[in-house]
């Protein structure tokens, strides 16, 4: 039997359209899992100690927060570009049977709509230092400077064939969680195994899942949610498939288990997750030299949204780029779609940099929505397909 006890509280201050809302939400609840199958679920008293409450803000960090928000929106506004900003702070107890662990994290989401294409930053909120808040937004209006300031005159749908993919560190980190991780997760893997099991992609893939790299992204604790401890599994080595996300020690290539078990909250049975997974660096080289490496490239800026279909290999992405003439980024492309295929695409890897970056997001998976890292370099591919609104 196992008794999954969860206590949960969030902060959440929205701004948008120049209006500020601040809320708070606490839950609390036990799921009861018998040997039999039968579970119990139920609401229960909060026992949430102050200190178990890592993450939160004070009156005078919300002011300075809706003061700076308030002159971003002010300036982008006059230059025609919606800003949306979400800050959230998530705190949780759980306890796992005997077990008890603590799991935190908290974020600053900025969204950026200009013509009805938008752009998503995230920025990880580690302490209550609202001044390195404030450098780390404004590296964040620098770094989207070329989206923020393009001028669309003109728009029309266009399809590329034979050109070169470079998908920034952002994108690159979606990339391989959206199409490999979901793929090697055990509970979709196995109806496929005999596809993947002997493949070989690009000698230069190297991807593993760590939960304690960032941790502050994820707020993954030691164990999870069926009180396994966590651990660093190594799922492509050289380009080989080497382990897969099993909940248990027996699905799992080299017989161990390593706390992949995840659910959104006491309401859902365990799943076998993602939770922090990267490519690690290969080339001497970051972003802006692989685009030179290319006469003629698309910059894939930022992922929103993608899936696979396991059993063929098909995927697409969808998100925002720009087409790199001589190293200079010359259009926007906006509504961008990229497709290609799991099982032949990994092979077209050319150049997987140095630059790594590591960032959070959320994941939806058979209607449980859960907490992730992704991590890559900037990574560039052949023989995609792309296609979207060319802008000039």
């Avoid at 700076?68 to 306890?95: G, P, Q, R």
């Avoid at 294409?117 to 070329?146: A, C, G, H, R, W």
């Avoid at 052949?382 to 060319?390: A, C, H, I, N, S």
């Amino acid at each position: 039997m196992l008794t999954y006890k969860q206590n949960i509280f969030d902060v959440l201050v929205k701004y948008e359209n120049g209006i500020s809302e601040y809320s708070i939400k606490s839950e609390s609840g036990v799921r009861i899992e018998h040997s039999n199958n039968m579970t119990e679920v139920y609401t229960c008293e909060d026992t949430m100690a102050i200190d178990d409450v890592k993450l939160s803000i004070s009156n005078e960090y919300l002011c300075k927060l809706n003061n700076l928000v308030s002159k971003f929106y002010k300036y982008l506004k006059a230059n025609k570009i919606k800003l949306s900003s979400y800050l959230y702070l998530h705190n949780e107890k759980v306890l796992i049977n005997d077990i008890k662990d603590l799991r935190n994290y908290g974020f600053l989401k900025i969204v950026f709509e200009k013509n009805d294409y938008f752009t998503i930053e995230e920025i990880p909120i580690t302490t209550t230092n609202f001044d390195v808040l404030e450098n780390e937004v404004q590296k964040v209006m620098d770094k989207n400077s070329s989206f923020l300031k393009f001028s669309i005159v003109n728009k029309y749908h266009k399809k590329f064939n034979d050109i070169p993919i470079v998908f920034s560190p952002h994108a690159a980190g979606f990339l391989i969680h959206e199409i490999l991780g979901h793929t090697l997760e055990y509970d979709i893997y196995k109806y496929y195994a005999d596809k993947y099991k002997y493949l070989k992609f690009n000698h230069k893939l190297n991807v593993k899942d760590d939960p304690r790299k960032f941790s502050e992204l994820t707020g993954i604790g030691r164990y999870d949610d069926m009180g396994i401890p966590t651990d660093s599994i190594s799922l492509v080595k050289n380009g080989v498939i080497s382990n897969v996300f099993s909940l248990n020690a027996d699905n799992s290539r080299d017989g161990f288990a390593y706390g992949v078990g995840r659910r959104e909250n006491y309401k859902y049975n365990v799943l076998p997750r993602a939770r922090c997974t990267y490519l690690e660096p290969v080339d001497n080289m970051d972003q802006s030299a692989i685009v030179s490496k290319y006469r003629r490239c698309i910059l894939v800026n930022k992922i929103h949204s993608g899936g696979v279909n396991p059993k063929s290999g098909d995927f697409e992405l969808s998100g925002i780029g720009f087409l790199v003439n001589n190293n200079n980024i010359q259009n926007l492309i906006g509504n961008l779609k990229i497709s290609g295929n799991l099982l032949r695409n990994f092979d077209t890897i050319e150049y997987i940099g140095n630059d790594l970056e590591f960032l959070g997001g959320y994941c939806f998976k058979l209607g449980q929505n859960v907490r992730i890292a992704v991590g890559a370099p900037a990574t560039s591919m052949y023989d995609l397909t792309v296609e979207g609104d060319f802008c000039d």
